[in-house]
């Protein structure tokens, strides 16, 4: 999280374009799995909803300690501290998420080295110091780099089988627990990905001793083996803790849809049997929330309902203990909200309705994946500083911006997240009275194996099982960007649509290369002769790729729509079911909206109408 994403299910360092980078609100229903600490109450109005921020501004205790009363004034109700070691006179910000053992303890928790209570004294005092009725679901970050993070040197690899290492891992824990505890923290939120360390993979793990003579249920046993250990250490300082992890099962189960759909075998990972051992080693009241990272792009209702199914239904079938999984796994959801509508690592720190997490798409995404889930959800950001007045203010001295780009949230966004306790609010890119995708029954597109990156650039072929009727023109479209999502609204897909503001625009290549420097939404719309189409076979638009999402209107009404994990589905060909919508030997008006996240976008490659042989 605290680096440009690195791993397999971010695969925008590959592709023609970049992500940009990361902040976290965390959101918790208080129900009966949620708890209240003793003495503490929430200023929210509403339902008992928790937000947590944390990211590249996540302030350390000493500054929290020391400005509390002004971050009451977000709508956050919580923060993931970073505890600073050594300390700093006044405080910082970003500490937390540097990508340095040297003044973090949040990175060493899982080294050999022992963290003693010297470490965490002056942390615990700053925590105890602090009288806020608003804040009352803070939580303590950890990030498990087994050597500290190998930016700067060779990969550090956790030994699941060194016992000694481990009774420090679990000391450490006992003393990150306490400090949550004693601080009047909710729990701990923990960030398994591997920042230049390997830590869950048996595949790699195997071509080193001492797992190059284990075999992989060795190693998964013993990896089950030390989350008891881990979960036991927490629970014997604070037994209702809540561990709440960016991603669990959700990541191994979509890494190994991932592998299939590109025909390679499921990797062989370790996180689930770790998680599993803790939900056996933990006590009544521990609470594992799994955080779905795979939500980062996700805007509505029927998004949201279907990752929690994710992780309730087939969660729970790949965990070897389902009963216990039932009563301690929560559904969390993450936002990455820097993450959409940039261009190289953009946010438009004045023209905040240019990015693509407008406040009111924010506030309606917060709102349903709180009621799709149990009740958490965590957003990320690097640009953006939450705990700055505006675009171009300076936090509050002593301290600095841990990065020269970032900047000031502005107050319409801290109004979105303190909204989104209560209503959705208003999303533009959704015509008013919908909160949830459009029609389900219209995404009826088949996909198509993905292009290895020798042939990526190369024309797409017509698959076998359908025959060509045409292909459609490259050259006489009409493009139209929508940075303020007004097409829907302004219907732009009706064919009796002006095109006087529209600008020439042709398919088979990106807009960027036509001179359209631009992400977000954007309307592409030409007038076409179907040829005659077959009776009593289905009819198909295939098309080559699109960068990334599309909806195709005939007409003026909305015929099908393709959508998915933006990081595939930017290269993926894919074909929509049309039949009984392209009228056969005639000319009909076609419109596709498409929704680019970032860099390159479009429709690059070939259309082609075709039918089922």
Request: net charge neutral; aromatic share 12%.
């Amino acid at each position: 999280m605290f680096m440009a994403k690195s791993t397999e299910r971010q695969e925008y360092r590959c592709r023609p374009r970049s992500v940009a980078a990361a902040i976290v609100v965390a959101v918790c229903l208080c129900t009966g799995a949620c708890k209240t600490l003793p003495g503490i109450r929430s200023s929210v109005p509403g339902p008992r909803f928790h937000v947590v921020e944390a990211g590249h501004s996540t302030p350390d205790t000493q500054y929290f300690a020391q400005h509390w009363r002004d971050m009451e004034r977000r709508g956050h109700n919580g923060v993931a501290l970073g505890v600073a070691w050594p300390r700093a006179d006044g405080g910082t910000l970003g500490v937390a998420a540097r990508a340095s053992s040297d003044s973090s303890l949040n990175w060493r928790t899982f080294m050999r080295e022992p963290i003693t209570d010297n470490m965490i004294a002056g942390a615990l005092a700053d925590l105890e110091s602090v009288r806020s009725d608003h804040f009352d679901s803070n939580l303590i970050l950890v990030v498990p780099t087994p050597g500290g993070p190998a930016f700067h040197g060779s990969p550090t690899t956790m030994n699941w089988f060194d016992d000694d290492w481990w009774r420090t891992i679990c000391g450490n824990a006992r003393q990150v627990a306490r400090l949550a505890k004693n601080g009047g923290c909710l729990g701990i939120l923990f960030d398994p990905e591997e920042y230049g360390y390997h830590m869950w993979d048996y595949d790699v793990l195997r071509t080193a001793p001492p797992v190059s003579a284990k075999t992989y249920k060795q190693v998964l046993d013993q990896a089950r083996h030390r989350g008891r250990e881990y979960a036991a250490a927490l629970c014997d300082v604070y037994p209702d803790i809540t561990f709440w992890t960016f991603f669990a099962w959700s990541w191994e189960l979509v890494r190994a849809d991932n592998a299939r759909e590109a025909g390679r075998e499921p990797p062989r990972l370790l996180l689930s049997a770790f998680c599993d051992g803790m939900l056996e080693g933990s006590s009544a009241d521990f609470v594992l929330v799994d955080g779905l990272e795979s939500a980062y792009y996700w805007t509505t209702r029927n998004e949201f309902e279907r990752g929690a199914d994710l992780v309730r239904q087939r969660g729970r079938e790949l965990s070897t203990v389902p009963e216990l999984y039932a009563q301690k796994v929560r559904v969390g959801f993450g936002l990455y909200l820097d993450a959409r509508g940039l261009k190289h690592y953009h946010w438009y720190r004045e023209d905040w309705a240019r990015n693509y997490w407008t406040p009111g798409r924010l506030q309606r995404a917060i709102y349903w994946a709180l009621r799709a889930g149990d009740g958490y959800v965590w957003t990320w950001s690097e640009k953006p500083v939450w705990w700055v007045d505006g675009p171009r203010a300076e936090p509050l001295p002593p301290a600095r911006k841990p990065r020269a780009d970032q900047c000031g949230v502005p107050q319409v966004y801290w109004d979105a997240v303190r909204n989104a306790f209560r209503e959705p609010g208003p999303d533009r890119t959704l015509p008013a009275d919908q909160a949830v995708d459009p029609d389900p029954r219209l995404a009826r597109f088949l996909r198509f194996e993905v292009a290895d990156d020798a042939s990526l650039y190369e024309p797409v072929p017509i698959p076998a099982r359908f025959r060509l009727l045409a292909t459609l023109p490259r050259d006489g479209w009409s493009l139209r960007t929508d940075p303020f999502e007004e097409g829907l609204e302004g219907e732009w897909y009706r064919s009796a649509t002006p095109v006087d503001d529209w600008r020439p625009i042709r398919i088979g290549a990106w807009y960027e290369q036509q001179g359209v420097d631009f992400d977000g939404t954007a309307w592409y719309r030409r007038d076409v002769t179907v040829p005659k189409l077959p009776a009593g076979k289905r009819i198909y638009l295939f098309f080559g790729a699109v960068d990334e999402s599309l909806w195709c209107y005939v007409d003026g009404e909305l015929v099908a729509w393709h959508d998915g994990d933006p990081n595939r589905i930017w290269k993926q060909p894919f074909a929509l079911d049309v039949t009984g919508q392209l009228p056969s030997v005639k000319t009909c008006t076609l419109v596709f909206r498409t929704l680019d996240r970032g860099r390159m976008g479009g429709i690059w490659k070939d259309v082609s109408i075709v039918a089922e042989k």
